[in-house]
């Protein structure tokens, strides 16, 4: 079986690719008639599996330290295809082996869902593991927060070498109390920045209401200390040091934040340390993974899409991109993909856009959105429930003006496909 | 009752004072119950709908916190507490005991209570976990639950016969079966509701609602706030004269939201 596994498994990607069929299909196959397969291929990796896993920010983060470890001259293995579950991984693994089972490459970095790294770690137990953050976006998948701080608290088990956490979240920061054996890192936010970073704990008593003293803070691998327009300090090694971004919204830079930790200990396994010009430059030339917050052109002007998905992440959206000077769109799905339960909009202020008013709500819970923006006090242009014609309408009624959409996944997904079809879409970042 | 201090500093949230100009048909004091700990499903907007429907109404909303350890507020008017987690119900559970006596007299004077998921479950007489603890409730509500396995999630329609229909969504996996002393909020048309067996979803006794439903529930049931909001001013002022809020927004995301599946 062995011996066979892999050239069949080949045989089925490639087939299912001329079909034009998904990524998980050859991984199926392969798991099934060899379930050795992806462990066994994966520890023969010198630096070991690295797993990247969180609420929010996964996919970005993952693309971040694949581009700082190449900047190293390391050759890296992923699962770009944004296959997320343990059969994408191995499907991944299918494309890259060559006829014999044999990956050309020094470390893989795995970007997993919360609940499939469980399964995953159990089969592979990481070298290196980067837990981003517990937010409440998927309660109607996991129940509660506590137990998808549960599932990374696991996959932080079962870590040999180091756990980086972070540490402006408590139930992410607290899973360091519970590993015994690797190596902890964090990284940071400097005190300036930590109220534009609502913890899910103190995100909704009344406006103005005190949150309770944050204990002392354990010290941070790397701390972000500034975000700028295009700009982003951070401090490590006990120097400061400031870089040029391309990734918009302090969530994403915060994020590079953690990317820094985990391919600065990667680079340290390997003997030779990082070399920290060639991390800055990799750092200051990343773009946002498609369709995570994306600044497109439209008739000459910027378009931004600004994907939300939680109240964090919405409230983030709203204070990273003022909304002076811009039309806005607003495009609320509740699919699966997007998550069913709409209190989430109840815990986001909306006053930000009271000045300016909403020029267009879209999305099969519009009404939703649209009641939610009533209770406070912002304006609304017109509200359609189907997308296309919104889309058309805002772009129409917004003509020499430069045009931001928030919008949850399935609704990104289907704006990107009518933009293509009634304007030519040139991708800036 | 005898009060205690008005304003602690530690729940003392208050809207602006504008809200007290001249023209003002009356305040009433709303307090929210364990919004720090108990406020895992959107529940601030069921605070904020009352907040702004009493202003819409011609009244002045006054908001008021209570978290655990703070000082119980005098003249509280309408009370509204919602879900929290596991953990959030721990961290909540003593210190709502000790508050028994004066959520009780409240309760049985017929303040408008709304409790949602959490607290509907710790405002009845206990919450029977899964490996067999038990943890005790305030016993307002004559319902007991019972911890399982199976999680309830989804899009619920509740047809009621005080309220019409309600609409909402529910996720919970404590299953909550009703006593003689209290009836149903009403029975689920879309949705599992109180439990898996009986079709019942929610609790009413005196003034008080207690629902599983959040996503918030006061938005999209504009008559359910209507009836907190109404009993709270009769109570204080002998009668209530309603403004004209535009519902015409709930209306429509009430029908939408009713056409999405479970």
């Not at chain 1, 590079?256 to 920290?276: C, P, Y």
């Not at chain 1, 010009?277 to 946002?288: E, H, I, M, R, Y």
């Not at chain 1, 039309?327 to 202020?349: C, F, K, P, Q």
């Not at chain 1, 000045?355 to 209770?375: N, P």
């Amino acid at each position: 079986m062995f011996y066979f596994s892999v050239p069949l498994g080949k045989l089925v990607r490639r087939v299912s690719r001329l079909r034009g069929g998904g990524s998980a299909l050859p991984g199926l196959v392969v798991e099934k008639i060899d379930p050795g397969f992806m462990q066994r291929t994966l520890s023969t990796l010198p630096l070991g599996v690295a797993v990247v896993s969180g609420t929010n920010g996964k996919t970005t983060t993952t693309k971040m330290v694949v581009e700082l470890l190449e900047s190293q001259g390391l050759k890296v293995f992923t699962n770009r295809t944004g296959s997320n579950f343990t059969r994408g991984v191995a499907a991944a693994l299918l494309g890259e082996v060559d006829w014999r089972g044999r990956l050309d490459a020094d470390v893989a970095v795995l970007e997993l869902d919360e609940a499939h790294a469980v399964h995953f770690v159990n089969k592979v137990p990481p070298r290196y593991s980067l837990l981003l953050n517990v937010l409440r976006d998927q309660l109607d998948r996991f129940g509660e927060i506590d137990k998808t701080a549960e599932l990374l608290q696991h996959i932080a088990a079962k870590t040999t070498g180091t756990v980086v956490l972070n540490r402006e979240d408590p139930r992410v920061a607290r899973i360091a109390g519970t590993v015994n054996g690797p190596e902890v890192l964090y990284f940071g936010l400097d005190d300036s920045l930590l109220s534009t970073f609502p913890n899910d704990d103190d995100m909704r008593a009344a406006p103005g209401s005190p949150v309770p003293a944050a204990p002392a803070r354990p010290a941070a691998d790397v701390v972000l200390r500034r975000v700028g327009a295009d700009d982003a300090d951070f401090e490590y090694d006990g120097a400061t040091v400031t870089t040029a971004m391309l990734l918009r919204g302090v969530y994403n830079i915060f994020n590079a934040a953690a990317a820094l930790t985990l391919a600065r200990a990667i680079s340290k396994a390997r003997g030779t340390g990082a070399d920290q010009a060639g991390l800055l430059a990799a750092l200051s030339k990343v773009a946002p993974a498609f369709g995570r917050g994306e600044s497109l052109v439209v008739d000459g002007l910027p378009l931004e899409l600004v994907l939300v998905k939680n109240p964090s992440g919405f409230r983030l959206g709203l204070k990273s991109f003022p909304a002076a000077g811009y039309a806005t769109m607003i495009a609320i799905n509740d699919n699966y993909a997007d998550g069913r339960d709409m209190s989430w909009l109840w815990d986001v202020e909306f006053d930000t856009l009271r000045d300016g008013g909403v020029d267009q709500l879209t999305g099969s819970r519009a009404y939703d959105m649209a009641l939610r923006l009533q209770y406070d006090d912002v304006a609304i242009g017109a509200v359609d429930t189907d997308i296309a014609p919104a889309l058309a309408a805002f772009i129409r009624g917004a003509e020499g003006k430069p045009k931001r959409i928030f919008c949850t996944y399935t609704a990104m997904l289907a704006i990107r496909r009518e933009l293509s079809k009634i304007t030519t879409v040139e991708v800036v970042s | 009752m005898t009060p205690e201090t008005p304003h602690g500093l530690s729940f003392g949230h208050v809207l602006p004072p504008e809200d007290r100009a001249a023209g003002s048909k009356g305040t009433i004091r709303v307090l929210q119950l364990y919004p720090r700990d108990m406020n895992i499903y959107g529940d601030w907007g069921n605070a904020l709908v009352l907040a702004q429907r009493l202003r819409w109404h011609g009244y002045t909303p006054e908001l008021l916190e209570y978290n655990v350890g703070d000082q119980f507020p005098a003249d509280v008017d309408l009370i509204v507490g919602g879900g929290g987690q596991d953990s959030g119900q721990l961290v909540i559970q003593d210190d709502l005991l000790s508050r028994e006596s004066v959520l009780k007299g409240l309760a049985e004077d017929g303040t408008p209570m709304l409790v949602i998921c959490g607290l509907y479950q710790l405002f009845g007489k206990f919450f029977k976990t899964r490996l067999g603890s038990v943890i005790p409730g305030i016993g307002i509500l004559d319902v007991e639950t019972h911890g399982t396995d199976e999680r309830l999630i989804g899009n619920v329609t509740v047809s009621s016969p005080e309220f019409g229909n309600i609409l909402g969504y529910e996720n919970h996996s404590g299953q909550t079966t009703l006593g003689p002393g209290v009836k149903p909020l009403g029975t689920t048309a879309k949705g599992t509701g109180n439990n898996s067996n009986d079709g019942q979803e929610g609790a009413r006794y005196r003034n008080i609602v207690a629902s599983y439903l959040h996503g918030s529930l006061l938005p999209k049931n504009p008559a359910l706030a209507d009836f907190l909001i109404r009993t709270a001013v009769e109570r204080k002022y002998g009668t209530f004269e309603p403004g004209t809020p535009d519902d015409s927004y709930a209306v429509l995301a009430r029908e939408h939201a009713a056409r999405r599946p479970r």
